[in-house]
Nanobody
């Protein structure tokens, strides 16, 4: 079992920055692929970014490329999401997620699908005002 706890959300003006953190605890929590998703009111959960525990490979949703950066500190069992140049449409609850394994191929374990992840945090609210 892995427990994920997010922090760092808040209210920010458009163009501003926030850094989200997610601390993982539990068995072998540093050996999981770690991702971030967002969910806006009335919408489905959407992929934001993912990072490999093995070699740090990252993938991003097109909507955040060049603005968001995912990173991890395995020694601290923590994954971060640095969000710059925030836009009002980034407003959502952001969730940290962990997966035993992921694939770059669209299918059962595709990194962009929420069902591919085994553990989820409780979420942290990010609100971007215009």
């Amino acid at each position: 079992q892995v427990r994920l706890v997010e922090s760092g959300g808040g209210l920010v003006q458009a163009g501003g920055s926030l850094r989200l953190s997610c601390v993982a605890s539990g068995r072998s929590s540093s050996n999981y692929e770690m991702g971030w998703f967002l969910q806006a009111p009335g919408k489905e959960r959407e992929f934001v970014a993912v990072i490999s525990w093995y070699d740090g490979t990252t993938y991003y949703a097109d909507s955040v490329k060049g603005r968001f950066t995912i990173s991890r500190d395995n020694a601290k069992n923590t994954v971060y999401l640095q969000m710059n140049s925030l836009k009002p449409e980034d407003t959502a609850v952001y969730y940290c997620a962990a997966a035993v394994e992921l694939s770059t191929s669209r299918g059962r374990r595709w990194y962009g699908g929420s069902r591919s992840y085994d553990y989820w945090g409780q979420g942290t609210q990010v609100t971007v005002s215009s």
